[in-house]
């Protein structure tokens, strides 16, 4: 199984360096990427936001006058996005209108807190979980006579803590809102409404 390294938030190829693995074969390098996407998915579902943005590419619009045509401001026509958005390219017609493909969705190997609770993650899921091929991997302080019992190096778990395995709720400022939250009503529900409310005062 060959994943498309664009699809991945941290690449294989870093992990298995953590890994103490310098020339990973490409079976390793297959197992690695699945788990990256197994960890990713978890985000994702957590966020409600795809990791990796999606191109999407916007014909015959036209910049707002006086921002920068590579900012997302620019373009109005972004809004129709539910998502955030970047300019990745824009070409102009000879009309004066303009072809702009955006990037659309959280830049997930761009954001730095990101990138750290999948490679943290992933780099966990291989030392504790065989069943991607590597061997389970223990940091072990002692071993009791005859070695029938091993006392493992507990991993710091406190909340903020150096050391300590980034948790999910940690990326909660990057989760997708809803847009289509009701606003309070500000108008009466009818035009006598106020007239008879204050009759029963």
């Known amino acids: 199984m060959s994943v498309d390294p664009q699809l991945l938030v941290v690449e294989p190829a870093t992990i298995a360096s953590r890994k103490g693995i310098e020339t990973p074969t490409q079976g390793q390098l297959d197992s690695i990427a699945a788990a990256i996407l197994d960890c990713q998915a978890d985000v994702e579902n957590f966020l409600n936001r795809d990791l990796i943005p999606v191109s999407v590419t916007l014909e015959g619009i036209y910049p707002m006058p006086g921002f920068d045509p590579d900012s997302w401001r620019a ?60 061997e389970i991997e223990r940091d072990v302080t002692s071993v009791s006579a005859e070695g029938q019992s091993l006392q493992m190096v507990a991993r710091p778990s406190e909340d903020g803590t150096v050391g300590s395995l980034p948790k999910m709720k940690e990326l909660g400022r990057y989760k997708r809102r809803s847009i289509h939250q009701r606003t309070p009503r500000r108008e009466p529900l009818w035009p006598n409404y106020g007239a008879w409310n204050a009759g029963l005062r």
Do not use: C, K, M
Not at 84 to 93: H, I, K, N
């Open 75 to 134: 373009w109005p026509d972004g809004h129709q996005f539910d998502d955030d958005y970047a300019v990745a390219s824009r070409t102009q017609g000879p009309d004066g209108s303009w072809t702009v493909q955006f990037l659309v969705g959280l830049n997930g190997p761009g954001t730095h807190p990101i990138v750290r609770y999948v490679t943290a993650h992933t780099l966990r899921t291989l030392r504790e979980d065989e069943s991607y091929g590597f």
